[in-house]
T-cell receptor, first 113, second 113 residues
Framework: KQEVTQIPAALSVPEGENLVLNCSFT??????LQWFRQDPGKGLTSLLL?????REQTSGRLNASLDKSSGRSTLYIAASQPGDSATYLC????????????FGQGTRLTINP | SQTIHQWPATLVQPVGSPLSLECTVE??????LYWYRQAAGRGLQLLFY??????ISSEVPQNLSASRPQDRQFILSSKKLLLSDSGFYLC????????????FGPGTRLTVL
């Protein structure tokens, strides 16, 4: 059974810092991994999707990496801003036929001005 | 561009009352559709998914049911709500081909009293 873990559960950093969020999964046989952002009381916003054959994906100040063999993904946020404050969730998909995403519990990120 | 709508945004219902939550997607055809529940301390859990009209798959046994009467409409229902049905319900969609990146709606906050 796939389990996804995100540590730490909460992180607080000053504005302008570069930071890394971690996601680990127990079964390396994944199809893809998706990073989301969730603001309080809101739905999820898809940030990046990495296919199992890819090593990383970039969008603006965000860079996500994937190391399947070690069961890890990281989300790198450059030059953090207060507007980046949110909960960040990662989710993995087992195969192209599997519809289910298995989510981590998320990391609640606070960027202090 | 594609958009996904959910309503109502919030709902307070007594135990034993019926439930109907609606989700619609615009700007795409024949999407895969999903219902997730986000309960405090339990993360996001896939409840149902649908790959076409009238085709519903259930991920977990529960007090809820889902229906897809039209291509871009997904409904979550219950005949009699339980206290444990409280939570944040999220609808999502993905393309049927390609990487199947999932995109989420704004959610419905359900409180059962």
């Amino acid at each position: 059974k796939q389990e996804v873990t995100q540590i730490p559960a909460a992180l607080s950093v000053p504005e302008g810092e570069n930071l890394v969020l971690n996601c680990s999964f127990t079964d390396s046989a994944i199809y893809n991994l998706q990073w989301f952002r969730q603001d309080p009381g809101k739905g999820l916003t898809s940030l990046l999707l990495i296919q199992s054959s890819q090593r990383e994906q970039t969008s603006g100040r965000l860079n996500a990496s994937l190391d399947k063999s070690s069961g890890r993904s990281t989300l790198y946020i450059a030059a953090s801003q207060p507007g980046d404050s949110a909960t960040y969730l990662c989710a993995v998909r087992r195969s192209s036929r599997a519809q289910k995403l298995v989510f981590g519990q998320g990391t609640r990120l606070t960027i202090n001005p | 561009s594609q958009t996904i709508h959910q309503w109502p945004a919030t709902l307070v219902q007594p135990v034993g009352s019926p439930l109907s939550l609606e989700c619609t997607v615009e700007g795409t055809s024949n999407p895969n559709l999903y219902w997730y529940r986000q309960a405090a301390g339990r993360g996001l859990q896939l409840l149902f998914y649908s790959v076409g009209i009238g085709q519903i798959s259930s991920e977990v046994p529960q007090n809820l049911s889902a229906s897809r009467p039209q291509d871009r409409q997904f409904i979550l229902s219950s005949k009699k709500l339980l206290l444990s049905d409280s939570g944040f319900y999220l609808c999502a969609w993905s393309m049927t081909s390609g990487y199947n990146e999932q995109f989420f709606g704004p959610g419905t906050r359900l409180t059962v009293l």
